[in-house]
């Protein structure tokens, strides 16, 4: 069954360090998201990407978050100079379809550490 | 401010044991009402989806129901295993919100002998 990767499983960096988070979604996906969740908290929505640009953000995603898709499978997610407060799990999901019940398959998560 | 509310935080029942989750929503214009199940460490996996018009829906021994007018849902599980042991999570979709999902912050199951 098709599913979701995410690379590396673990990332600890320093504070101020940039990071790339990296995902392959599902082959004949069109849709891709990033989701964060801070130990103990419920996942938080980032951000949704289609057709090669960002279709909707949420306060968290700010200037230094960026997404890119670099080439036909991967989707990466950019932190450019990392707080400590970052440190997260960061979770990758794609879809099929943008509207109605379509449904987002989540990859297993990158654990981001900011020392 | 869209938010999802759900109860109990955690719950502990034996094996064999049914259970049921609540999940109060605020989300509107109401899309769709999900929800999953996160194994500690992973990805969040679907269960269920239910739009609008759909009162209740099942698989296998998950079953929801939506109320859209009260804005609640329920989550039963049947004959707990122990591998159900897991965070439940409400999730809610916005219409127009490009399939934004906003999360509940789950209730965490746990199965015992």
């Known amino acids: 069954e098709p599913e979701v990767t995410q690379t590396p499983s673990h990332q600890v960096t320093q504070m101020g360090q940039e990071v790339i988070l990296r995902c392959v979604p599902i082959s004949n996906h069109l849709y891709f998201y990033w989701y964060r969740q801070i130990l103990g908290q419920k996942v938080e929505f980032l951000v949704s990407?289609?057709?090669?640009?960002?279709?909707?953000k949420s306060e968290i995603f700010d200037d230094q978050f960026s997404v890119e898709r670099p080439d036909g499978s991967n989707f990466t997610l950019k932190i450019r100079s990392t707080k400590l407060e970052d440190s997260a799990m960061y979770f990758c999901?794609?879809?099929?379809?943008?509207?109605?019940?379509?449904?987002?398959?989540f990859g297993p998560g990158t654990r981001l550490t900011v020392t | 401010k869209n938010q999802v509310e759900q109860s109990p935080q955690s719950l502990i029942i034996l094996e064999g044991k049914n259970c049921t989750l609540q999940?109060?929503?605020?989300?509107?214009?109401?899309?769709?009402l999900r929800w999953y199940k996160q194994d500690t460490g992973r990805g969040p996996v679907s269960l269920t989806i239910m739009t609008f018009s759909e009162n209740t829906k099942s698989n296998g021994r998950y079953t929801a129901t939506l109320d859209a007018d009260t804005k609640q849902s329920s989550l039963h599980i049947t004959a707990s295993q122990l591998s159900d042991s897991a965070s439940y999570i409400c999730?809610?979709?916005?219409?127009?919100?490009?399939?934004?999902?906003?999360f509940g912050t789950g209730t965490q199951l746990k199965v015992e002998l």
């Open positions: 999730v809610v979709s916005a219409a127009g919100g490009g399939n934004k999902l906003t």
């Open positions: 990407f289609y057709n090669n640009e960002i279709s909707e």
């Open positions: 999940c109060n929503y605020t989300v509107s214009p109401f899309s769709n």
């Open positions: 999901a794609s879809s099929e379809y943008l509207t109605g019940i379509g449904e987002q398959y």
